[in-house]
């Protein structure tokens, strides 16, 4: 009975990409203009100092939003925030030795500056404040889901992939159905070994499966040059704080979600154009409750740059 099994998860795919047809994204009040969020945070997304949600006038930039909700000192003629109502740049902090405000549009970090970064109907404008002595970049986040893959980039929304191995078929199409229903248009599903090098490139990627898999393995290869605060030896998973320093060890029932810039794309990890999503763990049981955490409780993944799932337990990254 396995290929009628197979079928029901084929047409159930189906049915949410005709659902997600449905365009969920916020509707600016007045004619010709936009709405956004801006949220500022600290320590990695762990302490919301404050977010708020404004209407804005069209081509406004993200460094004149932010102006609108808080007081902000600049530098370099207004191309370096250098502080945020009162919180700036330090040299010697709790977390670091260097401590700097960080820019995110739907949680990518942008390629230039907030004055050259004009916002669009629906953006989520993210400021955290952290230090950068172990990862100097984090080129994305996993806590303003479903973003990227419902606004992207500057307008630019790439199709979203969830690629899986068999053995994950099922989360897949649950994850798939869950960013159909918050209004991911372009969202399908794929084996990781059926993947092209196209879709690998240009594509919005989320992919689910153990530390060996084809993909799984390549970016935990290069999990420092990604930004990443977890890495895995075997199916054994380690994972770091802000320092660098070892902030526990997994060996079972442990599932990670972390993300970074897409590092197939041509341009790299700065190109500010689509992103890879790891879901994985130290066995199946950990993949599956990773899944279950985004599918079902992604509020407690907001601002997150990664998380744990260890125990039905979420642990925030780093």
Known sequence: MKWLERLSLIALSLVVSLSAACDHSSVPTSPGNITVRI????????????????????NTNALDALKQVAAVETAYGDGFVNAINGTRTTFAGPFGDRQDWFFYVNGMAS??????????????????????????????????????????????????????????????????????????????????????????????????GLPDAPVVSEINRQWRQLGLFARFDGKSLTVFNARGEVAG?????????????????????????????????????????????????????????????NGGKVTRLP
């Open 39 to 58: 949220a500022v945070t600290r320590n990695f997304g762990e302490e919301l100092l404050f977010e708020r949600s404004l209407e804005l006038k069209a």
């Open 111 to 208: 390629n230039t500056g907030a004055l050259d970064y004009i916002l669009h109907s629906g953006d989520i404008e993210q400021w955290d404040y952290h230090g950068w002595d172990f990862q100097q970049t984090t080129p994305a986040t996993i806590g303003q889901f479903p973003e990227p893959f419902l606004h992207g980039q500057r307008n630019n929304i790439r199709p979203t992939v969830v690629t899986y191995t068999d053995n994950f078929e099922k989360e897949a199409v649950s994850l798939v159905q869950r960013l159909g229903g918050l209004g991911v248009k372009a969202a399908g599903m794929k084996k990781i070994t059926e993947l092209t090098e196209t879709e690998k490139e240009s594509s919005n990627l989320i992919i689910i």
């Open 249 to 309: 060890n997994y060996t079972s029932n442990t599932g990670i979600i972390m993300a970074t810039q897409n590092p197939w794309n041509p341009g790299g990890t700065g190109a500010g154009e689509n992103v890879a999503w790891l879901i994985s763990g130290t066995d199946e049981s950990g993949v599956r409750a990773a899944v279950d955490v985004l599918v079902n409780r992604m509020d407690e993944l907001k601002y997150a740059y990664a998380a744990v799932v």
